[in-house]
């Protein structure tokens, strides 16, 4: 007598309540620990049982470690290997290393190259003077867009319907400074496309200011951001007005060697701005 196919566990739910649950785990703030089985239950909407069941396989592997004291779950050592092969793979890095170098160089404050992921930016170089004051960014860290100079860099370029998306999803404030009005936004992504670059002023960070500006691929679409940041006290408003057509030219050189010269003109001009 035949018997009936046993039912399959739906293999495709279980990897993404896996990932999620990594997800959620990159997203625990510094210094907290990592997160506890409760924190990641509740936030991956399963029970405790099942997000044991499913971080077995992540612990074996070394994305996840679990302190055995604690109990809290926290990356390991195979997302930093992960996150590096990536990095290694990535001609857009390459191009920029030595640009960004020499910016940090020239200016003495931290330079970044960020690229664009959803509605955040997610830092992937990092070049900083360490004669200096060292800035709190690190690579592999996630940020709003609306509220950064190198994510408004890039949305000034994208297409409207993913600034819709932006701005439907919430600007909410982090600092006294923050921009909260989808009008005022557009009008600062407006200025970005006529002028080459975007500034953060304390929106971000209480102290902190940056000058931005969009790298541009072969397509001539936005790919990346770069930056020049540092303390408000270092970076007064008159060297930020100074330092954005700097940045402005070491990003169009970026994009050049990357087949996207001349791409922020036609770029405004599909945008009609």
Known sequence: MNRAPEPRRNSSASLRRALAIVDFVRASPAGSGGATLTEVAESVGVNKSTVLRLSVP?????????????????????????????????ELRSVASDHLRDLMRRTGHTCHLVLLDGHDVVYVDKVENTATVRMASRIGARMPAYRTAVG????AFCPDDLVEDVVA????AVTARTVTDP???AGELRRVRERGYAIDDRENEPEVRCVAAPVFDHNRDPV???SVSSLVSRLPVVEVRRLGPEVAAVAA?????????????????????
Do not use: C, H, N
């Open 224 to 226: 990346a951001a770069i």
């Open 169 to 172: 999803a919430g600007l909410p």
């Open 58 to 90: 992540l612990v074996e592997y070394g994305l996840l470690t679990r302190d055995p004291r604690s109990g809290r779950f926290r990356l390991g050592t195979a997302a930093l290997t992960l996150w590096q092969a990536y990095l290694d793979d990535m």
């Open 253 to 273: 050189r970026i994009s050049a060697e990357l087949g996207g010269g001349r791409a922020a003109a036609a770029a405004g001009a599909r945008r009609g701005g």
């Open 152 to 155: 408004r860099a890039i949305l």
């Open 183 to 185: 009008a005022v936004l």
